[in-house]
Every structure is written in structure tokens, then in C-alpha cells.
């Protein structure tokens, strides 16, 4: 049952970008791998000229902190090491976005399709 609350958060999700974003379901694999092993792997990419641009992952809304914690950080080392420019983690009805330049890492807000990254930091 855990794994149908997830792919409800999902779908809320992907309708979210293309409502609210912009991106077009063209733009947009579901659990998709993005390199050549089990690590580059995410439960959403958004491709931006044939490159992942966005990354997320999904968790339950009971999920534990440590849960969480764990997820992002997984999240975050993912986008580090493929150079993906945005992470989404998403808990629930509730998502953070982070910003991720070389090393340095920010809290931000989702970009719409075709945003400028100026705009978004």
C-alpha cells in the first residue's frame, strides 16, 4: 500500500508540472535511469536537450526523518555526480527543491519550462 500512496504522490506531481510548469509529457520519464548504472536512477527526470535538468524522488508522507534525511542526500549526491541542475524531493503532498551548482547546494524553487537559471536562484 506504501508503493500506491507513492505513485499517487507521483502522478500529483507530474500533473503539477505540467499544469503549473509548463513541461510537456514529452519532457518528463517515470522512474527513469539517466547514466549507465543502479545509482543513476530517479522516480522522475525531466529532460532539458537530451540531459536530465531535474531530478526527483518520492516519499511516503509517513515516512521517518531519518527516511527523509537519507533520501535527500542520496538525492542531492545523484545530481552532484551526473551534473543534474535540480533535485525535488518529494514527501507527501509537500516537495523541496534544491538548486545544486558544482558542489554548492540551495534551496529553490522549480523552474518553469525554458526558465532562465538566473530567475530561479
Known amino acids: ?3 500506491k ?4 504522490i507521483k502522478s500529483r506531481f507530474l500533473i503539477e508540472l505540467l499544469e503549473k510548469y ?3 509529457t514529452e519532457d518528463i520519464t517515470l522512474d527513469a535511469g539517466f547514466g549507465l548504472g543502479v545509482f543513476d536512477f530517479a522516480g522522475m527526470v525531466v529532460w ?5 535538468y531535474l531530478i526527483a524522488d518520492f516519499l511516503s508522507k509517513s515516512a521517518s526523518k531519518e ?3 537519507k533520501f535527500k542526500k542520496r538525492l542531492i549526491d ?3 555526480t551526473f551534473d543534474v541542475k535540480f ?14 551548482d558544482g558542489q554548492t547546494v540551495s534551496s529553490a524553487k522549480i523552474p518553469a519550462k525554458g526558465a532562465s537559471n538566473d530567475l530561479i536562484k
Do not use: C, D, M, W
Request: aromatic share 8%.
Open 5 to 8: 500512496e507513492i505513485e499517487g
Open 22 to 24: 509548463g513541461y510537456q
Open 48 to 52: 532539458q536537450k537530451g540531459a536530465p
Open 67 to 69: 527516511q527523509t534525511q
Open 87 to 100: 533535485a525535488v524531493l518529494v514527501k507527501g503532498n509537500k516537495h523541496r527543491a534544491f538548486f545544486i
Open 78 to 80: 545523484k545530481a552532484k
Open 1 to 3: 500500500s506504501e508503493q
